[in-house]
C-alpha cells in the first residue's frame, strides 16, 4: 500500500475553480493506477475520476466530464484533480486513492478533502 495525502479543498463559489493534490509516498508510484472520489452528506462515496500510470488514459464520472480534468506527474508522486466550473453538488469530502495495476480494487486511501460550493 501507499499512504495518500490529500491537500487544496475549500470554500468556492458556484461557477469557480479549485486544484486538489494528492501526495503518494511509500511505494512505486508509477505501479499504481490513481483515482478521486466523492463523498457528500448522506450519500454514498461515488467515483469522480481515474487516470492510468502513466497518464495516457483517463476516466471521469458523467456529472463531472468537461469541467473536471485529473492528471499525475510520476516524478513527483502527485496526481491532480482540477475542479472547473463548480456546482453546488460538488459539494464533497474528496478522496485520492490508488490502486495498484495488476489489481481491480483500490487498495490505499487518503484522509480526504472538503471541497464546498456555495450557491
Known amino acids: 500500500q501507499v499512504q495518500l495525502v490529500e491537500s487544496g479543498g475549500g470554500l468556492v463559489q458556484a461557477g469557480g475553480s479549485l486544484r486538489l493534490s494528492c501526495v503518494a509516498s511509500?511505494?512505486?508510484?508509477?505501479?499504481?493506477?490513481m483515482g478521486w472520489f466523492r463523498q457528500a452528506p448522506g450519500k454514498e462515496r461515488e467515483f469522480v475520476a481515474a487516470i492510468s500510470w502513466s497518464g495516457e488514459s483517463t476516466f471521469y464520472a458523467d456529472s463531472v466530464k468537461g469541467r473536471f480534468t485529473i492528471s499525475r506527474d510520476n516524478a513527483k508522486n502527485t496526481v491532480y484533480l482540477q475542479m472547473n466550473s463548480l456546482k453546488s453538488e460538488d459539494t464533497a469530502v474528496y478522496y485520492c486513492?490508488?490502486?495498484?495495476?495488476?489489481?481491480?480494487?483500490?487498495?490505499?486511501w487518503g484522509q480526504g478533502t472538503q471541497v464546498t460550493v456555495s450557491s
Open positions: 486513492a490508488a490502486r495498484p495495476i495488476v489489481t481491480t480494487e483500490y487498495d490505499s
Open positions: 511509500g511505494r512505486t508510484f508509477e505501479s499504481y493506477a
